[in-house]
């Protein structure tokens, strides 16, 4: 009786089927999460899904091949629809599944591992947000990695301009970085990925 199942443990298991990128585990991952959510709604509070539960499940979609379910959702659209919820859940005033740096950069990690044709725009789209949340005043701050991932994506994207929006987030780093924003710093990746998109 001194043995009940909580967010934490959930999250080790989540957590693992999103580092094994094996097929199905998203799925399964989701199936656990929303056993999790179960268990909580069933009435045990130490089962409340969090931010890290959030952020696994994100994590589990974007390290998913790229796959369409019976809806037509590839595994990068299911990953922003989770962190979507999240969004919702902290709106509406549940503290703990407030959305993190490392929850929007999950979302772009899993749009530039999508071979969908838009999914180089739709990586730029949630950096953007990022931006935008960060000057509202929201602890959602764009990172190194937020932006040489969106770099990477329209790198590797076919567009004809993806050489061209590379650059401008190259160059919107910089000048963020001079204005004193140093969690933007451009680094030799950011450099190199540009080049080889350029090719």
Request: net charge negative; hydrophobic share 35%; charged share 25%.
């Amino acid at each position: 009786p001194d043995v009940v199942p909580n967010a934490r443990c959930f999250n080790a298991a989540i957590s693992a089927y999103a580092k094994s990128a094996q097929p199905g585990a998203a799925q399964q991952a989701e199936i656990l999460f929303a056993r999790l959510d179960g268990i909580y709604m069933s009435g045990l509070e130490e089962a409340k899904p969090n931010s890290f539960n959030y952020n696994s499940l994100i994590t589990a979609w974007a390290n998913c091949p790229d796959q369409e379910d019976e809806n037509g959702v590839c595994s990068a659209r299911r990953a922003q629809e989770i962190l979507e919820r999240m969004e919702q859940c902290y709106a509406a005033g549940d503290e703990l599944c407030k959305p993190t740096t490392v929850s929007y950069n999950a979302v772009i990690d899993a749009y530039a591992k999508s071979s969908q044709e838009d999914s180089a725009e739709r990586a730029e789209q949630v950096l953007r947000r990022m931006g935008v949340l960060y000057k509202e005043g929201a602890n959602i701050q764009p990172n190194t990695r937020s932006f040489n991932t969106v770099i990477n994506a329209w790198a590797k994207s076919g567009r004809e301009d993806a050489a061209e929006k590379a650059q401008d987030l190259l160059d919107l780093m910089a000048r963020l970085y001079d204005e004193g924003n140093t969690a933007v710093r451009p680094d030799s990746y950011s450099v190199t990925t540009v080049i080889n998109g350029t090719y």
